[in-house]
């Protein structure tokens, strides 16, 4: 994004789930100095989940629940994290494509506090116990060349990276023909 365009962050009010937060099914939105803010509260004034949009057309995601260790297990859900990020991607750019900017866009994925973490997969497979060696994760940028790109595809090299970060090969949610499936393969 050029620093000198400023978009009309009112487009983003006025789209109910155009900057949904990753995990919320209800949220709040606010006008701030850096444009529109959508969050979502457990227990307020602590924000679980939110995306901002700045007046420079950046969104920024952000989501404290996906992680959230479940009967004292570290894991990753693996199909939910997967489709919640695929799913918030195709509006995050959809938002932007009718804000008219234009690609390159970069696509950015950091995983905070994963030290420890497990993939978790459904039981058929082999259960590997490889926990994450780090308690950060910053995925390599993604560039986005153009804006009709399925976002399970933009995404695929971040998955695989966070599963290689668990021992995995890679995701194991995409088909023989690179299709992303979920839990259907």
Aim: aromatic share 10%.
């Amino acid at each position: 994004m050029t620093s000198g365009i400023s978009i009309d962050v009112n487009l983003a009010a006025n789209s109910p789930s155009s900057l949904q937060p990753i995990t919320s099914h209800g949220w709040s939105q606010r006008y701030n100095f850096d444009g529109i803010v959508k969050y979502s509260s457990i227990q307020p004034p602590t924000s679980s989940s939110y995306t901002q949009l700045f007046r420079n057309g950046a969104i920024e995601a952000v989501d404290a629940r996906i992680l959230t260790p479940r009967d004292d297990k570290k894991r990753i859900p693996s199909v939910y994290y997967e489709e919640k990020l695929i799913d918030s991607l195709q509006k995050y750019l959809e938002l932007q494509k009718n804000l008219e900017l234009n690609p390159p866009i970069l696509i950015m994925l950091s995983l905070l506090g994963v030290k420890g973490y497990t993939m978790g997969v459904e039981s058929s497979w082999l259960d590997q116990e490889n926990p994450i060696d780090r308690d950060i994760l910053i995925i390599p940028e993604i560039v986005l060349e153009d804006f009709s790109a399925k976002s399970s595809d933009i995404l695929r090299p971040a998955f695989d990276a966070v599963w290689q970060a668990c021992g995995w090969d890679c995701s194991k949610y995409y088909d023989d023909n690179g299709n992303w499936v979920g839990n259907r393969r």
